[in-house]
């Protein structure tokens, strides 16, 4: 007996679940769907939908490049979506604060979630694409619940929790996740789900969280899924800083110093690019200028200053991140650290001290590839590259 539905709605998972209403939703987000490329993009909620706008997309041959966010979207988001659309008949936008990869004390809670500014961001990306010789478009944006990503128990984000996850060593014990020791079983665990819900062609990360690409370049390769990874450059303000949705926590005061970090790792890198090899010659610039701007924040007054701590600076393999005594010309290296910008300690009358009202500790990490071509380029930043 054949269906009355569409084919492309009638799949094992639906027929086994014999979900009525999940058919009918799945419908219904999809109807709007007009080939080859819609006017505008669709917002799926359900796995079932983005499943069916994929066999479109298959049917018509159209290439994917897949970019997965949480949201509170900046330039370093929107260059990926641009660099994605480059490469790309249609872009698959993920936003979604995954709960998995946040520790037990963490900021899953008070993270920024700006979905009506995303919106607009996006659609003025979409604008932006119709007026130029990019090869695709936006087309999906998918906002899952964490019930629809995790439908069996609870995600877990204690140590020992469980759940079925995805872990990835040992990449994910050292450097961030020694100071997050879930962190990245929680991002390859979205990421494997993610990749297998929109089995794009490609998808799209940032050089900012090296480590986590390379978690995921890692997890791609032991796992054999079909897709290639794609790392868009760093993103940065102009004095520097990193862009990064976490920003909007540090306020006028302790923003005007989260600029130290990067500056730091170009003291390691102007180092570098003098002939400087070794570990400890390389890490000591960078130490030189954090420590710097430590004592100059602990001579000013409580309701001035901006304290921070250093969490790692470190030297590491390019593959690995495991620890180098010195950097081979040949294969280069990746520096990289954290420092955790402290709560302010005396807000004064009426001071911007950002979301969260200045009390929660920031976490700011970056980082640097050294090596010859990478020590001569330069950066980029709200005004195009420097």
């Known amino acids: 007996m054949r269906s009355g539905f569409p084919r492309i709605l009638r799949s094992p998972d639906l027929a086994n679940r014999g979900n009525f209403n999940r058919m009918l939703k799945a419908l219904d987000e999809i109807k709007q769907l007009q080939l080859p490329k819609p006017a505008n993009y669709q917002n799926l909620t359900s796995i079932t939908s983005v499943r069916s706008k994929r066999r479109l997309d298959l049917l018509t041959h159209q290439t994917i490049g897949f970019v997965p966010t949480m949201g509170a979207l900046?330039?370093?988001?929107?260059?990926?979506?641009?660099?994605?659309?480059?490469?790309?008949?249609?872009?698959y936008v993920s936003i979604y604060v995954n709960p998995t990869q946040f520790g037990v004390n963490e900021d899953l809670a008070s993270y920024p979630r700006t979905w009506a500014a995303d919106q607009i961001k996006l659609q003025r990306l979409v604008e932006e694409f119709k007026k130029s010789d990019y090869m695709g478009q936006i087309t999906t944006v998918f906002s899952p619940k964490s019930e629809e990503m995790y439908p069996g128990l609870p995600p877990s984000s204690e140590i020992d929790g469980d759940g079925s996850f995805v872990t990835i060593t040992p990449l994910s014990r050292i450097l961030e996740g020694a100071s997050r020791p879930v962190f990245f079983r929680g991002v390859a665990t979205v990421c494997m789900k993610l990749l297998n819900i929109v089995e794009p062609e490609r998808v799209y990360f940032g050089q900012k969280d090296i480590q986590q690409t390379l978690v995921i370049?890692?997890?791609?390769?032991?796992?054999?899924?079909?897709?290639?990874?794609?790392?868009?450059?760093?993103?940065?303000?102009?004095d520097g800083l990193a862009m990064s949705s976490r920003n909007v926590y540090l306020g006028k005061r302790r923003r005007a110093v989260a600029h130290i970090l990067y500056a730091a790792l170009k003291a390691s890198r102007d180092a570098y690019a003098n002939g400087?090899?070794?570990r400890s010659n390389l890490l000591d610039a960078a130490h030189k200028v954090l420590s710097s701007m430590q004592k100059q924040q602990f001579t000013l007054p409580p309701v001035k200053?901006?304290?921070?701590d250093v969490e790692y600076l470190s030297l590491g393999d390019p593959k690995m991140m495991s620890e180098l005594e010195e950097v081979s010309v040949e294969d280069g290296a990746i520096l990289s650290g954290a420092?955790?910008?402290?709560?302010?300690?005396?807000?004064?009358?009426?001071?911007?001290?950002?979301?969260?009202?200045?009390?929660l500790p920031v976490r700011l990490i970056d980082n640097i590839r050294l090596d010859i071509f990478e020590s001569k380029m330069g950066l980029i930043t709200r005004q195009g590259r420097r």
């Open 339 to 359: 420092i955790r910008m402290l709560p302010i300690e005396e807000p004064a009358a009426g001071e911007d001290v950002g979301f969260g009202g200045g009390k």
């Open 305 to 308: 200053r901006a304290m921070f």
């Open 217 to 238: 370049k890692r997890m791609v390769e032991d796992f054999h899924l079909n897709t290639e990874v794609r790392v868009g450059p760093t993103v940065r303000e102009e």
């Open 276 to 278: 400087e090899r070794g």
């Open 74 to 91: 900046h330039e370093g988001h929107l260059e990926l979506i641009r660099l994605a659309a480059r490469e790309n008949n249609c872009v």
